[in-house]
């Protein structure tokens, strides 16, 4: 918890309280960006504090935290082994414990070490796409199921209000990427796409270590500044190409500004009807849907519009997530986990020692230097 009380300080006061009230640690970001990861944290948080006692944590804070009575953790568990929710979960005496985070199986290095935190967890609320939840029995990490919920993610309108009014004339519309330039976001693909489209042209708002080839850069941009503004009036189309990512919060939030997103649906955003998606490792399928777009009526593009207000509105809202995880907490239920075959078991353990938080890589080393000696290497 970087900033305000020490959580130590808050549980005391908490137990100290009495009451048979529920107190929920919660290890998520919950920063004030409106952005996510910070935007799930806060929100959900705000609303479990109308019924629990809630105390936050961040996700990479290297505390145990011994449980007291009718007490829940809740959270995000760090790949590192030694990081608060990991550590926490191996304390008997919670009431419950719940796994909460985004969730793909596209690249196994992210959640790999998931293998074995599960076992601990009496619920893995799987923040993701209707694509990746669908496709979860065909997966590595089918023998998790039965303890898994398919969670959408949120996003607050206010946050991101209308900014589209009007759409480019037909050929002449404008797509806007916005993101990093790692390697789940697919960028390659997406530089195979901007090069060979014959109208229009892809703009990328965000940080990278290098260019992306055939994108106009437009660099890091605030969206809430009146010249970010500007910038999204001037696009017509969100274009994400990711292979591996549970349902990026950008999809969402460009809906509510009024652009029409175009992705993957590996993306996790999957047959909806205000969302194109396009074909992955197909560059001539891709240009065929982006060309019908470029020529699409606009009243075409407004009815879009219209219907990713409205399910924005009915089902993309924190309080439908919260209230998800407001079940799980009341839920008393604790599924077994299906049998994991050993083949299985292996290629896990094997994809976890290849991640990017793999023991001695530069993440795992920052968060040991944090439990070790109570300091922040540079991230």
Known sequence: MRGGARPDTLIEQVRQSGGGTTTVHFIYPHGRAISCPDAIGRNVGERLRTRYRVVHYDWDDTRVIEPGPNEVLLGHPHPVAWTCFRQSARRSGWRRIIWMSPYNHGDLHQLSFGDSVIEYCDAYLAITGNYWFSSIPQSPFSHWLPRMVHVDLAVDRSDFPVMKNSFNRPGARRFLYIGHAGWPKNTEYLTQIAQAMPEGEVSWAGRGDRAIPGLKPLGYQDFRTEAAKRLV???????????????????????????????????????????????????????????????????????????????????????????????????????????????????????????????????????????????????
């Open 233 to 379: 009036r001037e696009h017509d189309f969100l274009l994400t190409v990711s292979h591996a990512d549970s349902n990026p919060a950008t999809v969402l939030e460009a809906m509510a500004w009024g652009l029409i997103p175009v992705c993957t649906a590996q993306s996790g955003y999957a047959s909806y009807e205000g969302i194109r998606n396009i074909p992955l490792r197909d560059v001539g399928g891709a240009l065929e849907v982006l060309r019908k777009l470029q020529h699409c009526p606009e009243e075409s593009l407004r009815s879009m519009q219209q219907v990713n207000w409205e399910v924005l509105d009915t089902h993309f809202n924190w309080d439908r997530l919260a209230g998800q995880v407001i079940a799980a907490i009341e839920s008393c239920t604790r599924p077994p986990l299906e049998c994991e075959p050993l083949s299985r078991k292996l290629q896990l353990r094997w994809a976890a020692l290849r991640s990017p938080h793999a023991p001695f890589s530069r993440r795992y080393l920052r968060v040991s230097a944090r439990a070790l000696f109570g300091f922040e290497t540079n991230r």
